[in-house]
């Protein structure tokens, strides 16, 4: 049985997570730029932010269960046999209003900071191993006008104490599990 709130907790902001971040100890650091909706205009515009660049994709599978899979910008995901390597059932893009509910974020801002607001925990997030063997990150704080950087143990740190263990996972074709740190 779901219950609804009457009045669902507001999602987090950008203030919220930087004040998180710093609670927790964890070094980022935030550049403000316009709008950006696409890897193609994220390119263009970022200018030099060291660090790997990336995607996020809020997945469902055909059994209802919530993923957030993180990768590298230009990492090549097949939809069609990643739930395999997940253990899950066939995946198809969620909703934006699912999207809302459980990450806080719009659509083009999908991010794995958004485990700040899934307080229930419904969403599974998988860090691509590929991704992890950059020493530092390039994420959305929860808007798609900037651009945190975080190191990676740090992000692993962030969503633990959030609730949301990260599964590392070599998820992209032709990536490899990330060498120890």
């Known amino acids: 049985m779901t219950t609804f709130l009457a009045n669902p907790p507001m999602p987090a902001s950008p203030a919220d997570l930087f004040a998180y971040l710093d609670r927790l100890g964890i070094r980022h ?3 403000t730029h ?3 909706f ?6 263009k515009l970022r200018g030099e932010i060291p660090g790997g660049h990336t995607k996020n ?7 209802g269960a919530l993923f957030l ?6 990492a090549v995901i097949d939809l069609k046999t990643l739930h395999r390597r997940l253990g899950a059932g066939r995946f198809s893009f969620g909703p934006a209003d699912l999207l809302r509910e459980t990450l806080g974020v719009e659509p ?22 590929g991704m992890m063997r950059h020493p530092t990150l390039n994420f959305h704080p929860l808007v798609n006008t900037m651009t945190t950087t975080i190191g990676r143990e740090d992000l692993v740190r962030f969503l633990e104490a959030t609730g949301h263990a990260p599964r590392i996972v070599a998820a992209a074709e032709g990536s490899e599990q990330p060498a120890p740190a």
Do not use: H, M, W
Request: proline share 6%; net charge negative.
């Open 108 to 129: 083009g801002a999908v991010t794995p900071f958004g485990a700040i607001n899934d307080v229930s925990g419904r969403v599974t997030v998988v860090l691509e191993a």
């Open 34 to 36: 316009p709008p950006l």
């Open 69 to 74: 899979v993180c990768a590298l910008e230009d």
């Open 38 to 43: 696409t890897v193609e205009q994220s390119r």
């Open 57 to 63: 994709l809020f997945l469902r599978d055909k059994r």
């Open 29 to 31: 650091a935030t550049v």
